[in-house]
C-alpha cells in the first residue's frame, strides 16, 4: 500500500491568522493542503475561492489539495489551476459530464479527482477509475468541518479499495470529514491513502497534531 499522505483542511484554520497556520503546516509533516472551497449553491456555506488561494500559494511550501464543492465546477476549472490548485477534486453529483471535467483538468496539467457524498453508492465512480487519479470518499455531508464520522461511509473505503486492487489501478484513496486521531487506524486498514483532517488538526498545535497523528497509521 502507498505511504499515507495527510491533508490537513484549513477550513478548520484560524481565518484571522491564515499566513501563521500555513506556516505551521509548512514546517509540519503534512503532504499537502486540503483547500475547501464551497459556493453556497452544491453546499449551504460559501468558504473563499481564487482569491485566497492566490495568496495561499504565495507562501504554500506544500501542493494545494483543492476540494471544489460547488455546482457544474467544468467553467471554474480554468481559474483554479490559474489561481494555483496542484490537484482539483471536483463532485460527481455536481457535474453534468464528469469526463469532460475529469478531462479539462487533466489538459490543464493538473491530476483529477472526483468525489462523492455519503449517500452516492462508490459503484458510480467505478465507470471513471480508468481516467482518474483519486476518489474522494466524503465520511461527512459536505459542507461543514467539526462533524462526526459516518461509520456506513468507510465500507465505502474498503470496497474501493479491493476494486481499484482488483483492477489493478494507480488510483489514489482520499477520505475527508470527522477524521481524528481515534479513527485514523480504522481507516487505513480499509485501505485509505490520503486523510483529511480540519479540526482535530488544527485544534491546539497543527505540527504536533499532525507528528501525534501520523504515529496512529
Ligand atoms: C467538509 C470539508 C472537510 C472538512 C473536514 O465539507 O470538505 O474538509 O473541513 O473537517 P473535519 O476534519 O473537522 O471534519
Ligand atoms: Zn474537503
Redesign the pocket.
Known sequence: MEKALISP?I??ADFLNLGRDIAALNRSDCDWI?V?V?DGHF?PEVSFGQPVIRAIKKIAEKPLDV?L?IENPLPAIESFVKAGADRLTFHLEAAEDPLAVIRKIHNCGLPAAMAIKPGTPVEEVEPFLSELDMVLI?T????????P?LPETIDKIRRLSAKIREEGRNVLIEA?????FDNAGLLREAGLDVF??????FRGNPEENITEFIKRL
Open positions: 483542511s477550513l478548520a486540503h475547501d464551497m453546499v476540494h464543492m466524503m461527512v455531508e459536505p459542507g461543514f468541518g467539526g462533524q464520522i475527508d470529514g470527522g477524521i481524528k483529511v483532517s480540519g479540526s482535530c488538526l
